[in-house]
């Protein structure tokens, strides 16, 4: 077993800003079976706060289901350099990719089977959208930047409604409750955490803007007539409704690319949300095992 398995891993992104060559670490949980050879590790994005507890427990949930994982902490959770950040969306997932695929011993530009909850899930539609060719299949949870002109006309409009769906109308579904699941508990602290963090270096209203000013339903569309792709959307979303999702994508792209699931939007620490990336994760193995029947025949 590698000795990076069940560990963070440092991984080098290097942007060209304004002519100028950054170094910026992104970090990513190796899963137990992550680097044996000859696995193919799925590669799952968090949601928003999202990070050294849910990641791991992320990992683990397909870990469990004989699904080699890696989980990547996206680097917008600590850079405050707006240029950077929207770059980070474009470029960072298929750096990490690339990364390791050289660890692998694989081609670097092979192309990887991706996860996403949420903000992680919007992150793989602007970046399967900026370069499909290093994608294969995509599993995304209740995506942003899909439903936003269902928030509000203006970009602070729709902030404002974000937090009211995501501070009261959410929580109140039942998969919320923080007696009943303690993973609750769990995000409520990253979230929190993350959110007062931002709030003093000052970067909270550039990640809000860049995420509410996103229309990413004609990603969905172009990329899903090549890429599998599948949504998983709660029936009790109250942050982005079934009908939004619906209306932003048009009937026959939903009807295409949507699996309705119980729960709500609900973060991966919690029993629903595993459940939602454990049914991702089959849905990738699915793919897995459909594409190599084809290359069989």
């Known amino acids: 077993m590698s000795k990076v398995a069940g560990k963070w891993q440092k991984v080098e992104w290097q942007p060209v800003i ?61 850079l405050r350099d707006k240029a950077i950040l929207e770059l980070s969306s474009r470029e960072a997932p298929v750096a990490v990719a690339q990364s390791f695929n050289e660890i692998a011993g694989k081609a670097p530009d092979a192309k990887v089977d991706v996860v996403g909850h949420s903000k992680g899930a919007g992150v793989l539609l602007v970046a399967g959208r900026e370069a499909p060719e ?17 928030l509000g006309r203006s970009t602070n409009a729709r902030i404002l409604n974000y937090f009211w769906r995501l501070g009261v109308l959410n929580n109140l579904e039942p998969d919320h409750n923080p007696l009943k699941d303690r993973g609750n508990l769990v995000s409520f602290y990253e979230v929190a955490t993350r959110i007062g963090k931002d709030v003093v270096r000052g970067t909270l209203k550039t990640k809000l803007d860049l995420a509410f000013d996103l229309n990413l339903a004609e ?48 973060p991966i620490t919690n029993r629903v949300g595993r459940q939602h990336i454990a049914l991702a994760g089959d849905w990738i193995k699915a793919v897995r095992t459909e594409r190599d029947q084809e290359v069989m025949k």
């Open 18 to 78: 304004a002519g100028l060559t950054r170094d910026i670490p992104l970090y990513c949980f190796i899963g137990k079976s992550a680097m044996i050879p000859g696995n193919d590790p799925v590669f799952i994005f968090p949601g928003y706060g999202e990070e050294r507890i849910s990641i791991p427990t992320a990992v683990n949930t397909l870990e469990k289901r004989g699904i080699a994982s890696i989980g990547v902490n996206l680097p917008d959770t600590f």
């Open 219 to 266: 990603n969905i569309r172009q990329l899903s007539k090549d890429h599998p792709l599948r949504l998983f959307l709660g029936t009790g979303d109250r942050l982005f409704t079934l009908e939004e999702y619906r209306k932003a994508m048009g009937e026959d792209t939903y009807n295409d690319c949507v699996e309705e699931v119980i729960g709500s939007h609900s």
């Open 134 to 150: 290093r994608f294969g299949a995509l599993g995304l949870i209740g995506p942003i930047g899909v439903t936003n002109e269902y």
